[in-house]
């Protein structure tokens, strides 16, 4: 059974059809690749897997469970995690907050043992320190949990977004242009730790990218969307090969 199953997914905003009879199947494990022209629907398709917007029609599977139509929040609780194009940290508050905030999703205190900071809220409050302080560490910013993570260099927020959307322990994770605006230095160790996250904690991810050394790089299958419709979908190799999808990147 796959992880992600989705049927027939649509939707559109007045006239235009961002999203079309979309299909996609992801294994466990899989690191699988989103590409397409700029405006293809792309990232439409992550916030519909997100539900940021509500699909007009289509089903989405998470691990047989059918998540179509939920809130973001539940989405998150059943296992769907992300990232965003422009970084979306909390940029005035410290690296480890950043990922204690994944925390809180699993940890739970009331106001009152918070406010009272009652013994329950202690031992929750420790517990997510190590937990979060072991997540930094495996992205090497343990060094740095005290920051601002505004102060961080950009190579370093992107890792931090990816330890915080981690710290809500999902099955699925979705990364949106995750090498945008990285140098090709920082692109490579972006490429090492997408690797090493996907064995490290046998996650399976969806990313969206333009950079096709990362893309031909990392990803084991990819879909390609031209026009909110699925151009090609296939092992990484072939479908980088299709003359399709050569003129769709081409414009011709
Ligand atoms: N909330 C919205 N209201 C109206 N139109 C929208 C909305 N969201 C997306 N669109 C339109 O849907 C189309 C697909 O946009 P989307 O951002 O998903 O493309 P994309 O493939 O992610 O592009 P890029 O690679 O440039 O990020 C575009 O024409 C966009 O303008």
Redesign the pocket.
Known sequence: MALLEVKNLGIS?GG?R?VDSFNISIEKGQLYGLI?P???????VFNLLTGVYKPNEGIVTLDGKNITGKKTIEINKEGVARTF?NIRLFKDMSVLDNVKVGLHNKHHYSTLEGILRLPRYRKVEKEMNEQAMELLDVFDLAGQADYLASNLPYGKQRKLEIARALATEPKLLLLDEPAAGMNPNETQELMDTIHFVRDKFDMTILL?E?DMKLVSGICEKLTV?NFGQVLAEGETGEVLNNPQVITAYLGE
């Open positions: 905003f235009l961002a397409g700029n405006g293809a629907g792309k990232t439409t194009q969206i333009h969307l």
